[in-house]
């Protein structure tokens, strides 16, 4: 059997909508195997559209496994057949003016183990519609273009029935739901099940009276305050900061279990993976509670960046996606500390993005093409895309940032716009020319940031260079704007120049510094202003001065960041010794009570083992992961010998006496004591740790420990007891999963992999517990990168094998392999045979296709 041509979608041929839709009411009688849906929709032609106006269009309805039992225009029935991913009405059988199109069709969510369109999880039914999953649901124009009031009207016997935007009447086996305001088919969602709700209230600033819950299963409900505080928190900051309210009388929040992401902005029913609702003290860590309050705040905020202005196209994403991602960070920033919450957002963004960006998967912020949209939901579209604003808020100023965004509003409300439409509100705001702005956009790949100085006669000089590397499809790289914040330190620490952002616009450029009494020690990139990559020749005095001195916190943190990674890099291609200098300055970091305990874990915490290999690569070298990881652990066990005694001091110090509470404060306190935790364990054999764990009533102090003596070897006992305890608890089993394979010695990660996954409680059908096993051995970098390669085996045969039921999981972990081109040609070879053999398969759905090819190349 010859396959079919995968489609390419590209952006340079967007056309809008034949026909626009005025209404939509929809009619589902729920049932596991067959749902019925009953769809009225009343289309006009699309004015934009001369062809449609004429009356010579074909109206294209997407629909995808759909029974159709009856289809009809202005009540005459039609003939048309479906094909496999739609149905065309010809020109010929639609009325000239506007006209109602009825389809009746049955479904089966039972089935559904995409987790797209309707399904069910656990005797729940559920949606997931973005990108394009409505057309799963009934026939319809599912682009995000298409906007209408949807009414809905549910049919079943269980108890909760949820829809989008207000309740307008229900009865016993019937809800009805009424959205006024105009949305596409991606927002839409349903949910019916035998849920219940914690509930509260909040009156926006003009008084409306807003009825929120979160509708949890039965026994979920005492998991659900921090959620319900974090959206009254969300709420109340975007009136506060971007004057943005609420605008229905209810908003609900659904936890299921089974979800492929993180979560969901659905009009007035947002849809969460349960792990990002639920937490209690006893089950949930500190970073836990954080992303919930980030993610909860991000689908909220989507309500204005995303619902009431949405996307012409998915080539647009990153238009409600970098912006949301970009309020939710300021909104965590707020909430507890900007200078940690930067700094743990520029250690995703190059975990996560830079990786992507110097792979075979970069691609632009607003992508040109693709064959399968889900596949782009990623963290160049959502952090880049973030950065992207933030560099456009930083060069505009905060106070012409707020005018250009209330403009956005008044412009574009109830529309679907474009990233030219965002650039132009702010060229009209502000009348800056953004043309070359508009590269961050367009232009994939990181630009590296070559910065060499001149000292003479009281004027000091930064010379600054830009490159970016080729990524695919994109051989030239012009110059971007890049926004670099600097400051200049005197020799003894003294702040000479306050932060100042530097605009480069060229490929080479110098900016000068005058009136200067001596050489001054630059303090470059403050605040992580530009996503680049800094290079610049400096000594490890210079750094060290830097983390002891500077102003911004971030360069602070970045100077020992930068420290850790020159010992690193010693040590794993010259064989050295970690260097005193840079064990003493993490020494005086630790010691320091004026730095906030946040902080302070942040700079005691070593780069990763997959940043080193990165690190290692830009520099010219081939990584050995297997070496990375013998090394990183030579130098974890050197600082913990050489501060023994100040770890055991912090150790102490940092305990937060009384009941826990997750605030950022207390959260810090046990950051800072569980790094101190993790260096002692390797000096005291593992009797701290042992002791922690006895007497932990928290999860974030029980994880401490039990990660910190599974990275010795040890930690048998603690585990029997943790699942003794949580067994029936699914989102608690799914850490214990992943320490496993986390913390595993490399020789023992794919081993350990495959006995849990060969345990009756590994449902794999479960996204989050398929996560918690094999997306963890992926994120083991020398287990993962093991010369047997076994591990690559095993994450092929888990992809290959979760394709049919779930493309877009198995499409998501796949990613793993694309650092293949860093590696030696052993191992290169290794996970060129995996891709190979995956690409081989046949039947392979469009997602997982799509990004093998993408890595081989
Ligand atoms: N819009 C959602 C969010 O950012 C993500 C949904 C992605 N879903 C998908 N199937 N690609 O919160
Ligand atoms: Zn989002």
Known sequence: MKEAAPRTIRLAEYT??????????????LAPRTTRVRSAIRFRPNPARPDAVAGTADLRLDGEALTLIRAAIDGTVLAA?????????????????????????????????????LYMSKGMYCTQCEAEGFRKITFYPDRPDVMAPFKVRIESDLPVLLSNGDAVGQGPGWAEWHDPWPKPAYLFALVAGDLVAHSDRFTTRSGREVALNIWVRRGDEDRCAYAMDALKRSMKWDEDTYGREYDLDVFNIVAVDDFNMGAMENKGLNIFNSKYVLASPETATDDDFARIEAIIAHEYFHNWTGNRITCRDWFQLCLKEGLTVFRDQSFSGDMRSHAVKRIEDVLTLRARQFREDAGPLAHPVRPASYQEINNFYTATVYEKGAEVIGMLKRLVGDEAYRRALDL???????????????????????????????????????????????????????HLEQQTLPTPGQPEKPPRVIPVAVGLLNPNGDEVLPTRVLEMTEARQSFSFEGLSARPVPSILRGFSAPVIVERETSAEERAFLLAHDTDPFSRWEAGRGLAKEVLVRMVTEGADPAPGFLEGLGAILRDDSLDPAFRALTLRLPSEDDMAQTLHAAGHVPDPTRIHVRREALIEAIARHLAGALGATYSAMSVPGPYTPDAGAAGKRALRGAALAYLTRIDGGAAAKVQYGVADNMTEALQALSALLDIGQGAAELASFEARWRDDALVMDKWFTLQV?????????????????????????????????????????????????????????????????????????????SWARYDADRQGLIRDQLARIAATPGLSRDLSEMISRMRG
């Open 81 to 117: 057949a479906p094909d496999a991913t739609g149905l065309t009405i010809p020109a010929a059988a639609l009325p000239a003016g506007p006209f109602l199109f009825e389809a009746e069709v049955e479904i089966a969510p039972e089935t559904n183990t995409a987790l797209e369109g």
């Open 16 to 29: 809008p909508p034949s026909h626009l839709v005025e209404g939509v009411e929809l009619q589902f009688t």
């Open 408 to 462: 956005y509003f008044e412009r574009h409300d109830g529309e679907a716009a474009t990233i030219e439409d965002w650039l132009k509100v702010f060229e009209d705001a502000t009348g800056r020319d953004l043309t070359q702005f508009k590269r961050w956009y367009t232009d994939a790949g990181t630009p590296h940031l070559r910065v060499t100085d001149d000292y003479r006669d009281g004027t000091y000089v930064l």
């Open 742 to 818: 986390l913390h595993a010695a490399p020789d023992d990660c794919a081993a350990n992999a495959r006995a849990l996954t060969e345990r009756s409680d590994f449902d794999w059908k479960n996204p989050n517990r398929f996560r918690s096993v094999i997306g963890a051995i992926a994120a083991n970098a020398a287990g993962f990168h093991h010369p047997s390669g076994d591990s690559y085996r095993f994450l092929a045969d888990w992809l290959i094998r979760l394709d049919p039921l779930n493309p877009q999981t198995a499409a998501r972990l796949s990613a793993a392999f694309d």
